[in-house]
């Protein structure tokens, strides 16, 4: 099984900054795609960043220049530095690694998500 899990979630004021870890583990032979999503109550869980094996990453325009997505393939682990919030990126965030398992095809895996509560 593969096994995804975030932390470093918490409450932060406006204008301050929070780092996001998500970890992958089991029996996983490669890890391709990473990504950070997001849903905040009442909306769609939208994409906020990811990044390729490669290091190739993309970002959704709304976090833009505030974070930063960065991974250690060595590891399996994956960051969201996240500067200057907003009440608006108040969610709960989301990893999910598309990962090949040990004998199975490749697969999407997501973790059960961390709060992030930007409010003063």
């Not at 900054?17 to 997001?38: F, N, Q, T």
């Not at 869980?45 to 490669?54: F, P, S």
């Amino acid at each position: 099984q593969v096994h995804v899990v975030e932390s470093g979630g918490g409450l932060v004021q406006p204008g301050k900054s929070l780092r996001l870890s998500c970890a992958a583990s089991g029996s996983i032979e490669s890890v391709s795609a990473m990504e950070w999503y997001r849903q905040a109550p009442g909306n769609l869980r939208e994409l906020v960043a990811g990044i390729t094996h490669g290091g190739s990453t993309n970002y959704a325009e709304s976090v833009k220049g505030r974070f930063t997505i960065s991974r250690d393939n060595a590891k399996n682990t994956m960051t969201l530095q996240m500067n200057t919030l907003q009440p608006e990126d108040t969610a709960v965030y989301y990893c999910k690694a598309e990962a090949k398992e040990s004998g199975r095809t490749w697969a999407d895996y997501w973790g059960q998500g961390t709060q992030v509560t930007v409010s003063s």
